[in-house]
C-alpha cells in the first residue's frame, strides 16, 4: 500500500498568511489530491491531479508536486488564510487501490 | 445540486451486523463509480470500497475483506454497504463518495460526498 505523510499536523496562523503543507508519498505517484474538512462536515474536493483548482474553488488554493512525472513530494498552499479557510486538510494518492489517504493538516486560529 | 444521503447508521454490538445505504439524487447514477470512505471519531480519512457502474468490479481495503459487501441498484439510484462482523475499530462516520470520473474508468477520487452516517460498534 502507498503510505501518506503530511506535515505539519497543525499550524497555527493568521488572516492574510501564507501556509504551506505538505505531503510526502511512500513511492512514486502522480494523481495527488487535496481535500478540505471542516467540523462536522464531508470533506471538500479542492486539488485534483496535484495541481488542477477544482471547479468554484478559490483561487487562493494552489498545489504543485510532480507534474507530469511520477513524484514522491508535494504542496498545498494557501496564498493568504481567509477566515472560512480554518480547517482540517488531507492529501490522497489516487493511483492505485487501496486509495490512501494522509493523515490530517488542522490549520488553527493564531 | 448532486445529492448523496446515507442512513442505517447506529449502535451495534461487536460481531453484529448492520447495512448502511446511500441515496443519490440530480445526477445519472448508473454512470459513475462510487465508494464508501470512513472516518473514525476524532481521526483521519479511510477509504473502504469501491464499485463500478454494473457492480462487475468491486475492491476493498484489506481490513474489511470478508466482512464488508459493497453494492448497487442503478434502479433505486442506491449505494449499499453490508457490514457483519463489526469491531470496536470500525466505529466511525461513513460517507458514500461519488468518483469524480463519469467514464467507464474510475479516476479514484471523489467530487461528491454524503453528510454521512455514524456506526458505533460498542456492548
Known amino acids: 500500500d502507498i503510505q501518506m505523510t503530511q506535515s505539519p499536523s497543525s499550524v497555527s496562523a493568521s488572516v492574510g498568511d501564507r501556509v504551506t503543507i505538505t505531503c510526502r508519498a511512500s513511492?512514486?505517484?502522480?494523481?495527488l489530491i487535496w481535500y478540505q474538512q471542516k467540523p462536522g462536515k464531508a470533506p471538500n474536493l479542492l486539488i485534483y491531479?496535484?495541481?488542477?483548482?477544482?471547479?468554484g474553488g478559490p483561487s487562493r488554493f494552489s498545489g504543485s508536486g510532480s507534474g507530469t512525472d511520477f513524484g514522491t513530494d508535494f504542496t498545498l498552499t494557501i496564498s493568504s488564510l481567509q477566515p472560512e479557510d480554518f480547517a482540517t486538510y488531507y492529501c490522497?494518492?489516487?493511483?492505485?487501490?487501496?486509495?490512501?489517504f494522509g493523515g490530517g493538516t488542522r490549520v488553527e486560529i493564531k | 445540486e448532486v445529492q448523496l444521503v446515507e442512513s442505517g447508521g447506529g449502535l451495534v454490538q461487536p460481531g453484529g451486523s448492520l447495512r448502511l445505504s446511500c441515496a443519490a439524487s440530480?445526477?445519472?447514477?448508473?454512470?459513475?463509480?462510487m465508494s464508501w470512505v470512513r472516518q473514525a471519531p476524532g481521526k483521519g480519512l479511510e477509504w473502504v470500497a469501491n464499485?463500478?457502474?454494473?457492480?462487475?468490479?468491486?475492491y476493498y481495503v484489506d481490513s474489511v475483506k470478508g466482512r464488508f459487501t459493497i453494492s448497487r441498484d442503478n434502479a433505486k439510484s442506491s449505494l449499499y454497504l453490508q457490514m457483519h462482523g463489526l469491531r470496536a475499530e470500525d466505529t466511525a462516520v461513513y460517507y458514500c463518495?461519488?468518483?469524480?470520473?463519469?467514464?467507464?474508468?474510475?479516476?479514484?477520487?471523489?467530487?461528491?460526498w454524503g453528510q454521512g452516517t455514524l456506526v458505533t460498534v460498542s456492548s
Open positions: 513511492q512514486g505517484i502522480k494523481w
Open positions: 464499485i463500478n457502474q454494473d457492480g462487475s468490479a468491486i
Open positions: 491531479g496535484a495541481s488542477s483548482l477544482q471547479s
Open positions: 440530480t445526477f445519472t447514477f448508473s454512470s459513475y463509480w
Open positions: 490522497q494518492q489516487a493511483d492505485r487501490l487501496p486509495l490512501t
Open positions: 463518495a461519488r468518483d469524480s470520473s463519469g467514464d467507464r474508468s474510475a479516476w479514484y477520487y471523489f467530487d461528491y
